[in-house]
């Protein structure tokens, strides 16, 4: 493959090149007019390109919609995502609209008007009607767009943790790994700063604080399904940021504070697993590592797992060396699934005692 | 007045014909002249910019095919490149290097500094900038901050690797990344050195606008060119030194202790004893230059724009009011909008709520400034010369690129496509590439006023679809590589089996880039051939109004032999006509702003 395009590279700025030349030595041969200005014979052509070239932009266009289309992430797995996704939908249609309309017109007047020895250009100054409605719809399309995005906004930003039962789990990002602790019985985490770290206590929980006995630290995100979990972060040393990508979740992890996000979850892991956008996406995607596999066990080295589709948190701000593999599981499951998880789980005091008697 | 007295003072002086005598040094090298000193910001931008899009390449290279071993890794990496496998801290330097290179080193001072100089005393009649001195210092502490940022390259833990952006604390502790050490030292002197240099070419043009102007040349005839270098200058002169603070008080982090963007950290096994600071901080300091950074890398180009498509149209530019009102307007905002690279940063949501509303306004100017540039076109005579062509290009990559900017200016949407490839998509297109644009545009329209001589146009034609091909290419399919939810500054993808199926995806936008990038061969190519074996110019070849084209094709000190011509209209009277559907000056379908009203003409009120 690598091989192959690298040909195909080559032989393109190959033909780039030899007609580049052809090009020179016709413009030698007919010296003509050697001002370097365009004449009409230039007009023409580029004129006509203008217009080959707005229609290789819709044909790039309408292939990276129809080829593309299953890189668009599923439907959200989170209850806010609808929303999210619908003000994209709308946003996507109106610029795809615009973009439309506008290079068209762009190009093909590009087209339409190349000069010609003789004609002559309309003095066209001004109109201020044309300016105020090219104003006003903008401005009123954006404020339409701005209202809704605010109200959205406020919705998914505003965390209330009294409203409900949410759940309460801290994220915990260090270079290149993630943990997450989760707040026990009494739904409240412990207190905890670096400055505490020491041994097996990673975290830098605050041991003389009793809120933080029966909080347990994890490896894996379990979430139960269809309840509102609330995100405290906390990072260790430099930035990183939580990408949820499936939940339409985002947020900084920032060294010195505590950052929140918050939403609930409404599929579980099985659930988006076994969706047909799913079942199709995770075939494709093995396909793809079948053939991998076959030329990495030709040349002695170890075939790739076969792809199960899970949940994902990954770090999406730069923060150094393995930045590209600081990722975690997530698993959402029946409430019962997760309480059965969770009871397996070690407790902070557990592990301490751990620690103490060896 | 003092325009008026100026040019009274001067003609004395330069009325004679003769120069000082020049030495190689004073001509070539430490020049005070406008036209050398423009030179010599496009050449060092050049240059830059070959640096900045070969290492693109490399990365690129590296994403389309991460398990391929590549000697020219080895060869131009170094111990980063061991056996032909690109080290990953080496990756994110190369992007690293490749933004800052692009944005400050190319885009600011090679497009705004080459042109602001050619053309400020050109268009608007003055003999030279206010200071040729500090011009010239202006240039020569460009050039040092280039050489450091070079050099940086060769440091032994490597060049600063923490992103363009260099948000502590990954930038601000050596322990987290190798770049951060030496590499990261001579980033911030260099940048220091750059912003001195931006600041002191800022207020000269800013000077020299406001108080040179020949007689008659009042601020509404002024080229849009103009306009919009004046007042990127001012944006410049508003926001760089912003940048200095936050870097000074980085260097402070750093260096002695502070803790104004760090705390509570524990790293390489210790607690650091910083307290109480935070990278939110920095990044509303870098933000507030960063954001405003964007349109001084456009605004230049889309003054360019306005007088190259005006010309090559043979139609005034439509709504010069307008297209004023735009340039203010956009400049306005451009400072109040920082806050939308930072709507998860942690920050208040409320906060997020104020950035999403002044940055979708900022899509009003924009619009009209497109809408604008659509309707001079209409009904025009159009001469396709390239510099036309990459105008053109310019607003349809502007109109593409900023489309996307309304998904990104909105808080909510921001929350799922933030930091993701689309981004990368979107931020290419409305400021690289266009700003690159506007900068091929003004190099093939004013290189005859640079080099006395004419670029070859097939040549142009060529540079020009390649790269218009090759550009949609590269970042088109890469707003969908973004909407998968693919980070950016992912040294490779392959740890995500689920990206497994964008691989191919990646290799094409690597081809594209790769031919993109050999095209630039192409206008290098024509650039030095035709500095030295061009066909020689006539005085006014594009059949211009605007002043420059008035002076004599060979370089003289102070610009016009004689008195400074008066300017008696604005400079788009391009086919304009009279009641009786003649030109104004028969024959001709433009009137240079040098020449007085014609009988019986109206001046347009524009």
């Known amino acids: 493959m690598t091989v192959f395009l690298t040909i195909v590279v080559l032989a393109l700025i190959g033909i780039s090149l030899w007609q580049m030349s052809k090009i020179l030595k016709l413009s030698q041969a007919s010296n003509a007019d050697n001002s370097q200005v365009a004449n009409d014979k230039d007009n023409n052509l580029q004129g006509k390109l203008m217009l080959a070239f707005v229609i290789f932009l819709y044909v790039l266009t309408i292939y990276c919609f129809a080829q593309y289309r299953s890189f668009f992430l599923p439907e959200s797995a989170s209850e806010h995502g609808y929303d999210y996704d619908k003000l994209m939908l709308i946003s996507m249609v109106l610029i795809m609209f615009v973009q439309i309309i506008t290079q068209g017109l762009l190009h093909f007047f590009a087209y339409k008007y190349r000069g010609k020895k003789g004609n002559k250009a309309l003095f ?84 003389s604080d009793k809120y933080g006995k029966d909080d347990k630290i994890t490896n894996e995100l379990h979430l139960p399904v269809n309840r509102k979990v609330i995100f405290k972060l906390r990072s260790q040393d430099v930035l990183h940021s939580a990408y949820m990508p499936f939940f339409r979740a985002q947020m900084n992890v920032v060294p010195g504070m505590i950052t929140e996000f918050s939403y609930t979850p409404t599929m579980t892991s099985d659930e988006m697993r076994n969706s047909e956008f799913m079942v199709e996406k995770v075939a494709t995607i093995n396909k793809i590592r079948r053939e991998k596999s076959k030329k990495l066990v030709a040349a002695g080295d170890e075939a790739l797992e076969n792809y199960e589709f899970d949940y994902y948190l990954l770090c999406n701000k730069i923060c150094g060396t393995s930045h590209y593999n600081m990722q975690m599981k997530i698993v959402v499951e029946s409430e019962e699934d997760y309480s059965e998880w969770l009871k397996t789980q070690d407790t902070f005091k557990t592990q301490l005692s751990a620690q103490a008697s060896n | 007045m003092s325009a008026i007295a100026h040019v009274d003072g001067h003609t004395e002086d330069h009325d004679h014909g003769h120069h000082h005598k020049e030495t190689f040094i004073t001509k070539y090298i430490f020049s005070q002249d406008h036209k050398m000193i423009s030179k010599q910001y496009l050449i060092t931008g050049l240059i830059m910019g070959i640096i900045g899009i070969a290492m693109s390449i490399l990365f690129r290279m590296q994403l389309a095919w991460p398990d391929h071993k590549f000697t020219l890794f080895e060869v131009l990496l170094g111990k980063f490149g061991t056996d032909g496998v690109m080290d990953p801290s080496m990756y994110l330097a190369l992007v690293t290097i490749h933004g800052t290179i692009m944005v400050f080193f190319v885009l600011t001072a090679g497009l705004s500094g080459t042109f602001s100089n050619l053309l400020i005393p050109l268009q608007i009649g003055a003999r030279d900038m206010a200071s040729g001195f500090l011009n010239m210092i202006s240039y020569w502490l460009f050039f040092l901050s280039s050489v450091i940022m070079v050099l940086s390259l060769f440091a032994e833990a490597g060049p600063a690797s923490a992103g363009w952006t260099i948000y502590p604390p990954l930038s601000a502790l050596p322990q987290a990344i190798g770049g951060s050490g030496t590499g990261m030292t001579l980033w911030l002197v260099s940048m220091a050195i750059f912003i001195a240099s931006s600041l002191l070419g800022s207020l000269n043009y800013v000077v020299t606008v406001i108080n040179l102007r020949t007689k008659g040349m009042s601020m509404t005839r002024m080229p849009l060119t103009i306009w919009a270098f004046f007042v990127t ?155 036309m062509l990459f105008s053109i290009g310019l607003v349809s990559t502007f109109i593409t690129g900023g489309l996307t900017g309304i998904i990104l200016g909105d808080s909510t949407l921001d929350i799922n496509v933030h930091d993701t490839y689309f981004v990368v998509a979107h931020f290419h297109l409305v400021m690289g590439i266009s700003a690159l644009y506007g900068l091929f545009a003004g190099v093939y329209h004013w290189f005859p006023k640079m080099y006395g001589k004419m670029m070859n146009k097939n040549l142009g034609y060529v540079h020009f679809w390649v790269t218009a091909i090759g550009a949609y290419g590269v970042f088109f399919p890469m707003h969908f590589v973004g909407m998968a939810g693919l980070p950016r500054r992912y040294y490779t993808n392959s740890y995500f089996p689920y990206f497994d199926d964008l691989a191919d995806t990646n290799i094409l936008i690597t081809v594209f880039a790769i031919i993109t990038a050999a095209a630039q061969l192409v206008f290098l190519y024509n650039f030095i051939s035709s500095i030295f074996y061009g066909k020689k110019a006539v005085q006014n070849p594009w059949k211009s109004n605007t002043m420059e084209w008035t002076t004599p094709v060979e370089h003289i000190h102070g610009n016009w032999p004689g008195d400074i011509p008066q300017v008696h209209r604005w400079p788009y009277d391009y086919s304009k006509t009279n009641e009786n559907g003649e030109y104004v000056i028969p024959g001709q379908d433009f009137v240079s702003q040098i020449t007085p009203l014609q009988d019986g003409e109206e001046e347009m009120h524009h």
């Not at chain 2, 390489?268 to 950074?293: C, D, K, R, T, Y």
């Open chain 2, 233 to 387: 200058a001012i944006i410049g002169v508003v926001s760089f030194p912003v940048l200095l603070s936050a870097a000074l008080l980085l260097i402070m982090d750093r260096g002695f202790g502070t803790s104004f963007y760090l705390s509570d950290i524990y790293i390489a096994g210790e607690v650091l004893h910083n307290q109480g600071g935070s990278p939110v901080l920095f990044e509303h300091l870098f933000w507030f230059l960063g954001h405003p950074e964007v349109y001084i890398v456009l605004l230049p180009a889309l003054g360019i724009t306005s007088e190259i498509i005006a010309t090559n149209a043979r139609k005034p530019i439509f709504g010069y009011r307008a297209m004023v009102a735009s340039i203010l307007a956009i400049a306005f905002l451009s400072t109040i909008v920082w806050g939308h690279h930072m709507f998860i940063s942690g920050m208040n949501p409320f906060l997020g709520s104020v950035f999403t509303f002044t940055t979708l306004l900022i899509a009003i100017p924009s619009a009209v400034k497109a809408f604008n540039y659509i309707t001079t076109l209409w009904k025009g005579n159009l001469q396709l010369n390239p510099a």
């Open chain 1, 124 to 207: 066209f100054a001004d109109n201020d009607k044309l300016e105020f409605i090219w104003t006003i719809i903008p401005v009123i399309v954006l404020a339409g767009l701005i209202i809704y995005g605010l109200f959205t906004w406020t919705d998914i930003m505003n965390i209330d943790e009294e409203e409900g039962d949410p759940l309460i789990v801290e994220l915990y990002a260090y270079q290149f790994d993630w943990r997450a602790r989760y707040a026990g019985e009494d739904n409240v985490l412990g207190k905890a700063n670096v400055r505490f770290i020491e041994g097996i206590n990673t975290l830098g929980l605050d041991i």
